[in-house]
């Protein structure tokens, strides 16, 4: 069958002889975020003519006024992944702490956790602009038939079996890795499939976008405005490009295509960063890395932070690698 028919489910099933000792859980829960993915995506796309825009009037454990759609994605990740007991733990940006699954027989005996940003970019719904979904997963540490703990989920990026995003973009695709490269699928959403459509996705070496909140730059550390001013500079082939959505997904995903760096720094306001690096972070950094691109802090790579915690904030820096290794430079000359 050529590529350009091949489905998500075809391509989950041929990619399971990666994984030697495979029983299948792996496709199994893949699987069952592409369902969920869908079910989501049904919601998204209709979000103007049914209630649920706005926010619900409570506050995460982030901080953050929840939108009704980040309640409805997370019920949906959470229940999809809890009632095809495929996990045997679930922690969510939604959640204050992680959720233990118990496997059919009662027991603990599922192998994996997964790490879910069900909406992200959440801000931008009522204005219909893309969102996204970002997903983690890695092996439990303790061992198979006892309840999952923390330390489950408070890995090492590099630790990491799979992750991906869903962008509800102009279309909607589900991108992810297993640590063999980056395949992309498009959902046809006349008949509710998605197929391959960008195989092997890589980011340029180079490229001219540069994508950061602008409106928080009195409050950047020096080496970011030092940065920016070069990003600005006529010299070469700058000034770069800005562009910034405010939906991490969706950012990333055109940069990936078209060559940029992504940049969520400290600032006074946000002294360890906004994004988190469990379910933000660490999965866009595999999938940088997968793709011939790079991600950081600023200073060290994003996937050899040891977590804290389950909420953990740190800066990042991501992208095409000669940008983001510029941008380091800048941030090595104020340790
Ligand atoms: P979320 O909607 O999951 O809380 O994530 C929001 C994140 C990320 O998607 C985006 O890039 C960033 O916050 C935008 O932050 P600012 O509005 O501060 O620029
Ligand atoms: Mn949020
Ligand atoms: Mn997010
Ligand atoms: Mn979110």
Do not use: W
């Not at 009632?83 to 679930?90: A, T, W």
């Not at 991600?295 to 977590?307: L, N, S, V």
């Amino acid at each position: 069958m050529s590529q350009k028919h091949t489905t998500l489910g075809e391509f989950i099933i041929d990619n399971q002889k990666h994984f030697q000792y495979s029983s299948g859980e792996l496709s199994r829960l893949i699987n069952s975020i592409r369902l969920a993915a869908k079910v989501v995506n049904h919601e998204v796309n209709k979000a103007g003519l049914v209630d649920i825009l706005g926010a619900v009037g409570e506050t995460n454990i982030q901080g953050e006024d929840q939108q009704k759609l980040d309640v409805y994605a997370n019920d949906i990740f959470m229940q999809t992944l809890t009632n095809r007991q495929i996990v045997c733990g679930v922690a969510s940006e939604e959640e204050d702490d992680f959720v233990a699954i118990e496997s059919n027989n009662g027991g603990h005996n599922n192998k994996y956790v997964v790490l879910i940003d069900p909406l992200d970019g959440s801000s931008n719904v009522d204005v219909n602009v893309s969102v996204g979904t970002i997903f983690s997963i890695y092996h439990r540490v303790t061992p198979i038939g006892t309840p999952v703990q923390l330390e489950d989920f408070l890995q090492e990026g590099t630790k990491q079996v799979a992750a991906g995003y869903v962008v509800y973009g102009t279309s909607t695709m589900l991108v992810y890795t297993t640590g063999h490269g980056v395949n992309g699928f498009t959902l046809n959403p006349a008949i509710g499939t998605f197929y391959l459509s960008h195989p092997n996705m890589s980011f340029p070496d180079d490229g001219n976008i540069y994508s950061i909140n602008e409106g928080n730059y009195v409050h950047f550390p020096q080496g970011v405005k030092d940065y920016l001013k070069f990003c600005q500079e006529e010299v070469d082939n700058r000034p770069y490009t800005s562009r910034y959505i405010g939906s991490l997904v969706s950012d990333f995903h055109r940069n990936m295509i078209k060559g940029g760096v992504y940049l969520y720094p400290t600032s006074s306001k946000a002294p360890k960063g906004k994004l988190r690096l469990l379910y933000e972070c660490n999965p866009m950094a595999f999938l940088a890395e997968q793709a011939n691109g790079v991600a950081t802090d600023g200073y060290k790579r994003i996937m050899e932070i040891k977590p804290t915690e389950l909420h953990q904030r740190v800066p990042f820096f991501c992208g095409s690698k000669n940008m983001v290794a510029d941008a380091e430079g800048f941030m090595a000359m104020y340790p």
